[in-house]
């Protein structure tokens, strides 16, 4: 964002290529003074290594599926597979405001807005590529774009747009492959799921084929936010629009616990007090039980005494376990049943030593029925 008076942030990244394949090396963000370096390996706050999850001066960076996902209060989203693809989304605050490569936003669309020069032409290149290997009928960027996969795509975005710099990626293409296209179509898919569209799986494997950890599996469409063994239930409440990744399939959930891939919710180990149970497992506390059940804590409540204490003559603690502190100077009512069973009461005092402190009063001496009485003290029942 660029104005004259005040840049409320910076974002700029530095680009490798390595064989003819190009990525994002590094990013750099400055957001309101806060300076934000990311690389593969690692993540920079004001010159400080941090770990994500990450929270602080209104900033927040998570891990989302195979992305990370910067987010500022002052109205910016940054995502980065920390491969070749970014993506900055921004408030309608900043229309008009910027500039740089991802434009001014300003609503007029303008074709090499801020880089004007020549592009050679490479259409034989393009002919003769086509030609050597793929049906001379077929033109492989307009089959992929418009095809089945992409059909709800189609009213969202501009597809001719894609399918030009599908076309001048092939042409440039270093290697003897259709691996430089895969990147433009991969954007294309994440720009339609980020406008409401439902692409559907393109990759094949021997086009752009993409690996998954563990037993997780590709999708082009797939919720950001991933059922876990210690969230069940978190892609039901997930308003962020479908991301491509790898996921896990139908039926199970991330392994957060062990980091072991996809297993079914029933299986899931739970934890508690930093120890791990497995499923069935159980722990016990005076109170209650409780036992592993599908990553959850099932619990049964126990009969045990409740107690009551009093600390200090003003240190409260309730049969609940509530603390409290009391000051008084009154006799007061400690417990009662409500059907009148018992009563105790309490005087408290100001301490003979301390005019802010109180305490228990007692004389040393013991009653029963108003009469005095010798410890021991038994009573039949």
Not at 208 to 227: L, W
Not at 228 to 238: A, G, H, I, P, W
Not at 239 to 265: L, M
């Amino acid at each position: 964002s660029h104005n004259d008076h005040y840049e409320n942030f910076n974002i700029q990244l530095q680009r490798q290529e390595i064989n003819g394949v190009i990525t994002i090396k590094k990013l750099t963000m400055k957001l309101d003074g806060v300076v934000v370096e990311l690389a593969n390996a690692s993540i920079i706050v004001n010159d400080k290594p941090v770990s994500i999850p990450f929270s602080r001066a209104g900033i927040s960076i998570r891990k989302s599926v195979s992305y990370v996902k910067i987010k500022a209060k002052l109205g910016l989203v940054v995502m980065w597979n920390q491969k070749d693809a970014l993506w900055v989304e921004l408030d309608a605050k900043f229309k008009n405001q910027t500039c740089g490569l991802c434009g001014d936003f300003n609503g007029v669309q303008l074709y090499d807005e801020f880089i004007k020069r020549a592009t050679p032409s490479c259409e034989n290149q393009v002919q003769c590529k086509y030609t050597v290997y793929f049906d001379p009928q077929t033109d492989l960027c307009k089959n992929l774009l418009s095809g089945p996969a992409f059909l709800s795509c189609q009213n969202l975005i501009d597809t001719d747009s894609f399918i030009k710099a599908c076309v001048q990626d092939l042409c440039k293409c270093n290697s003897n492959s259709t691996s430089c296209l895969c990147s433009t179509i991969s954007e294309y898919s994440r720009q339609c799921a980020h406008t409401g569209g439902n692409p559907q799986q393109w990759k094949t494997a021997q086009l752009c084929a993409r690996t998954c950890p563990f037993n997780m599996e590709y999708r082009e469409c797939g919720s950001p936010c991933t059922d876990t063994c210690t969230d069940l239930q978190r892609s039901q409440v997930c308003e962020e629009h479908c991301i491509d990744g790898c996921f896990c399939p139908p039926g199970t959930v991330f392994d957060d616990i062990s980091q072991n891939g996809c297993i079914a919710a029933d299986q899931c180990s739970c934890l508690h007090n930093g120890n791990t149970y497995k499923p069935g497992e159980s722990y016990s506390t005076t109170c209650r039980s409780c036992t592993c059940t599908q990553g959850e804590w099932i619990c049964k409540d126990l009969d045990c005494p409740g107690i009551c204490s009093i600390l200090g003559g003003s240190h409260i603690s309730t049969y609940d376990d509530k603390t409290y502190t009391f000051h008084g100077d009154c006799s007061y009512l400690l417990s009662k049943v409500m059907n009148g069973t018992f009563i105790v009461l309490g005087d408290l005092v100001k301490c003979e030593k301390s005019d802010k402190s109180t305490c228990l009063f007692s004389n040393g001496q013991v009653f029963l029925n108003k009469q005095i009485s010798q410890l021991p003290l038994f009573m039949g029942e």
